[in-house]
């Protein structure tokens, strides 16, 4: 079962603006993760953040967490065509035997 | 280059046939994880071993194995396969548990069952 909803399941913005993309998840968590996918290849880990954090920043990555609403953003600024890609929230739990559960990924296009 | 490297890159198989999936991680890492991904059931945790022992399971079917020897390569094996089996499987590998470690994934290894 999926741990993480991402919202939304597509976004195309034009190239420069910002991307917001939102994912939720339902149990407590040791982190979370956000991953990139270029169309069939494999997925390239962005970023991680600890559940007693709430932003980090990599490079034109921001990414939020907010347990208290089980949610997190992440926020890609002056988009390019390149950053056109899935993006996945993961969630590593904290009861039970720990795994990483992926959402079910944002699709983001870039347009030139 | 994520450092894992999984072969074969495709492959097209009948119902009812078995295929093994092999996956070598990064030099220096313990724990290796299989995850299927296909179109209505997105990214699926199988399986999780580290050090060759079993750590975590996922949605993993019975006709679904996997092992991790000691030279810490992993094998999913696929058996009695259905056309429901068709998706992208991938390895991932990281340094320690899943906690708090990066995990690295390979480019994923196409199954097609016709």
């Known amino acids: 079962s999926q741990q993480g909803e991402e919202d939304p399941q597509a976004l195309s913005i034009q190239e420069g603006e910002n991307a917001t993309m939102n994912c939720s998840y339902k149990?407590?968590?040791?982190?979370l993760q956000w991953y990139r996918q270029n169309s069939g290849r494999g997925l390239v880990h962005l970023i991680l953040?600890?559940?007693?954090?709430r932003e980090k920043h990599s490079g034109r990555l921001r990414v939020t967490l907010d347990t208290s609403k089980k949610s997190s953003s992440l926020l890609i600024t002056a988009s390019r065509a390149a950053d056109t890609a899935s993006y996945f929230c993961?969630?590593?739990?904290?009861?039970?035997?720990?795994?990483?559960?992926f959402g079910q990924g944002t699709r983001l296009t870039i347009n030139p | 280059d994520s450092g894992v490297t999984q072969t074969p890159k495709h492959l097209i198989t009948a119902t009812g046939q078995r295929v093994t999936l092999r996956c070598s991680p990064r030099?220096?890492?313990?724990?290796v994880y299989w995850y299927q991904q296909s179109l209505d059931q997105g990214l699926q945790f199988l399986i999780q071993?580290?050090?060759?022992?079993?750590?975590a399971k996922g949605n993993i079917l019975e006709r679904f194995s996997a092992q991790q020897f000691p030279d810490l390569h992993s094998e999913l094996n696929l058996s009695s396969l259905e056309l429901g089996d068709s998706a992208l499987y991938f390895c991932?590998?990281?340094?320690?548990?899943?906690?708090?470690?990066?995990?690295?994934f390979g480019e994923g290894s196409w199954l097609t069952v016709v």
């Open positions: 991932a590998s990281s340094v320690g548990q899943v906690v708090g470690n990066t995990i690295y």
């Open positions: 149990t407590s968590i040791n982190n």
């Open positions: 953040i600890r559940s007693n954090e």
């Open positions: 993961a969630t590593v739990t904290i009861q039970g035997a720990q795994k990483l559960v």
């Open positions: 030099s220096g890492d313990l724990s």
């Open positions: 071993y580290y050090n060759g022992e079993e750590r």
